[in-house]
């Protein structure tokens, strides 16, 4: 009997022990699978990637370290699927390297954080897979270091797939980018935001899909201009060139949408506002003087946005504003 307990005691212990081990598989390259299972998550690397990536856990929060040498000459971009559902777990990713993250039926709740964090500041391309339901949740404490958003990303994020993802802000930003957002064929609903539904900088273009904004407590959409590091894509921009739009301004103080620069919407986009505020804010006065000049020092002239700029001729310039200077491109 003693025996029998001894061998049940193991074979518990091993369970404990898979239920967040990394397997491999042979099946697919460049992808790493990861489950979660409500207090804990598990994950399965391709083989021929499993050197390049580094997997921690504490319970159902992961944290993937990828390899500074993940290059195009080495493996190439890694994809990571998440899926399953979680009420205390996060996505944590960082990296030096273009990657996609896949939501595959992906319901996940971080209450001291927010529940997807990737520090990569290179394209993320944000996969929301065909025919799923994908929901992520943020909390209020503040236990840890402060968060932008429930879905924050350090580098250039592309939304795209069929598939649909909400998302409930508990704390701050719903979706925030330090680069640009671009949308195309997903569905991304909001349905709470203590600040801004969509905060980005660099640039927001739609080309396709269905944005639905509501509960927001301050804008529904803010472009921001970044300003250390200037160049034709930067300019602050809102742009939608397909797709929908719906914004319910109600209960929220700030914009519907927030521009540095200019905002263009095509006869073949949709754009829908309704609340107690529906304007569009163009914020050009938080750029400053801008100076511009050329190559060899000649001042060009002096401009109050960035739209401005955008009207001067074909070339390269060096812009400087509030005392920084970067150099931009016009085409």
């Given at each position: 009997?003693?025996r029998?307990?001894?061998?049940?005691?193991?074979?518990?212990?091993?369970?404990?022990?898979?239920?967040?081990?990394?397997?491999?598989t042979?099946?697919?390259?460049n992808v790493?699978?990861i489950?979660y299972?409500?207090?804990?998550?598990?994950?399965?690397?391709?083989?021929?990637?499993?050197?390049?990536?580094?997997?921690?856990?504490?319970?159902?929060?992961?944290?993937?370290?990828?390899?500074?040498d993940?290059?195009?000459?080495?493996?190439?971009?890694?994809?990571?699927?998440?899926?399953?559902?979680?009420?205390?777990?996060?996505?944590?990713?960082?990296?030096s390297?273009?990657?996609?993250?896949?939501?595959?039926?992906?319901?996940?709740?971080n209450?001291?954080?927010?529940?997807i964090?990737?520090?990569n500041g290179?394209?993320?391309?944000?996969?929301?897979?065909?025919?799923?339901?994908?929901?992520?949740?943020?909390?209020?404490?503040?236990?840890?270091?402060?968060?932008?958003?429930?879905?924050?990303?350090?580098?250039?994020?592309?939304?795209?797939?069929?598939?649909?993802?909400?998302?409930?802000?508990?704390?701050?930003h719903?979706?925030?980018?330090?680069?640009?957002?671009?949308?195309?064929?997903?569905?991304?609903?909001?349905?709470?935001?203590?600040?801004?539904?969509?905060?980005?900088?660099q640039?927001?273009?739609m080309?396709?899909?269905?944005?639905?904004?509501?509960?927001?407590?301050?804008?529904?959409?803010?472009?921001?201009?970044k300003?250390?590091?200037?160049?034709?894509?930067?300019?602050?921009?809102?742009?939608?060139?397909?797709?929908?739009?719906?914004?319910?301004?109600t209960?929220?103080?700030?914009?519907?949408?927030?521009?540095?620069?200019?905002?263009?919407?095509?006869?073949?986009?949709?754009?829908?506002?309704?609340?107690?505020?529906?304007?569009?804010e163009?914020?050009?006065?938080?750029?400053?003087?801008?100076?511009?000049?050329n190559l060899?020092?000649?001042?060009?002239?002096?401009f109050d946005?960035?739209?401005q700029?955008s009207q001067?001729?074909?070339?390269?310039y060096?812009m400087?504003?509030n005392?920084?200077?970067?150099?931009?491109?016009?085409?």
């Open positions: 009997m003693k029998f307990l001894i061998v049940v005691f193991v074979l518990f212990c091993v369970v404990k022990v898979n239920a967040q081990t990394i397997g491999t042979t099946d697919t390259i790493v699978y489950t299972n409500e207090s804990s998550a598990s994950a399965v690397i391709c083989e021929n990637i499993k050197s390049y990536v580094t997997i921690s856990f504490n319970g159902a929060h992961v944290k993937v370290i990828q390899s500074a993940v290059s195009l000459t080495t493996c190439g971009e890694i994809s990571y699927i998440l899926s399953g559902s979680s009420s205390n777990g996060s996505f944590y990713m960082e990296g390297f273009k990657a996609t993250v896949g939501l595959k039926d992906l319901t996940l709740t209450p001291n954080g927010p529940a964090n990737i520090q290179k394209r993320i391309e944000v996969s929301v897979k065909r025919g799923t339901t994908n929901t992520l949740t943020d909390g209020t404490s503040t236990a840890l270091d402060a968060w932008k958003g429930c879905f924050q990303c350090k580098g250039h994020t592309e939304f795209k797939g069929y598939g649909t993802l909400n998302i409930y802000a508990n704390y701050a719903a979706i925030w980018s330090k680069e640009y957002i671009t949308i195309k064929n997903c569905t991304i609903n909001v349905y709470k935001a203590v600040k801004d539904a969509i905060n980005c900088n640039y927001f273009a080309e396709s899909g269905e944005l639905n904004l509501s509960g927001m407590g301050d804008d529904a959409i803010q472009v921001s201009l300003t250390e590091d200037t160049s034709v894509e930067n300019t602050g921009n809102f742009t939608l060139s397909g797709g929908t739009i719906n914004i319910d301004m209960g929220a103080t700030g914009s519907s949408i927030k521009v540095v620069g200019t905002k263009v919407a095509a006869n073949t986009a949709t754009l829908n506002i309704v609340g107690e505020n529906t304007a569009i163009n914020v050009k006065s938080n750029v400053g003087s801008i100076t511009l000049y060899l020092g000649t001042k060009i002239g002096e946005s960035i739209e700029i001067s001729p074909s070339g390269i060096i400087v504003t005392q920084n200077s970067s150099k931009i491109v016009i085409p």
